[in-house]
């Protein structure tokens, strides 16, 4: 921080002033790491929490209906305790990841596409972090839409015969 020294002309003492223009620049820089730190670190905590806190809820409310219907005599289902979001077949889970893989990767040629555009048409002296950070967020969405490729197509091959045999029981159902 610089300080301005002033004397008094009533008491003739040095007085020192902090320089309001700094004082600014560090809150302006505390703040711009308080950002990322807010969004790579808390949301991310913040949403497991909350994604816990909505399975224990769900938890507590099947286990008091359980001791209502034990206090009442009732008959118990086996299966009431069963996570209702497993409810997904193995191939609608596979098609999730391969939609997953088709978005972020045309998500990651277009902005690999942006970046282009940028480094041909614009100067790179006034451009240059910019370009490399949309480079490297297309490079990032690439990347991730290529591994969900491969994990659907590895998967498919995996579990071709579990897939079979879901469908098998499925169409047997009905």
């Not at 905590?45 to 008091?64: D, F, M, S, Y």
């Not at 001791?67 to 889970?93: P, V, Y």
């Not at 970046?115 to 240059?128: E, P, Q, R, V």
Request: hydrophobic share 50%; charged share 20%.
């Amino acid at each position: 921080m610089r300080y301005s020294y002033v004397t008094a002309p009533e008491t003739g003492h040095v007085e020192h002033f902090i320089d309001t223009v700094m004082v600014y620049k560090l809150i302006a820089e505390f703040f711009q790491a308080l950002i990322p730190i807010s969004i790579c670190v808390v949301l991310p905590a913040l949403i497991v929490w909350l994604i816990g806190r909505v399975k224990q809820n769900e938890t507590n409310r099947k286990a008091e209906i359980m001791l209502k219907a034990l206090d009442n005599g009732a008959k118990i289902d086996s299966d009431f305790f069963k996570s209702q979001s497993n409810s997904k077949t193995i191939k609608e889970r596979l098609l999730g990841r391969m939609t997953g893989a088709c978005v972020t990767g045309l998500l990651g040629v277009a902005v690999l596409a942006v970046a282009i555009y940028m480094g041909c048409t614009l100067d790179w002296s006034k451009n240059d972090d910019a370009i490399i950070i949309t480079t490297m967020l297309g490079g990032i969405l690439l990347a991730v839409g290529v591994a969900l490729f491969i994990v659907y197509f590895s998967g498919k091959k995996m579990l071709a015969k579990e897939i079979a045999a879901e469908e098998k029981q499925l169409t047997e159902g009905k």
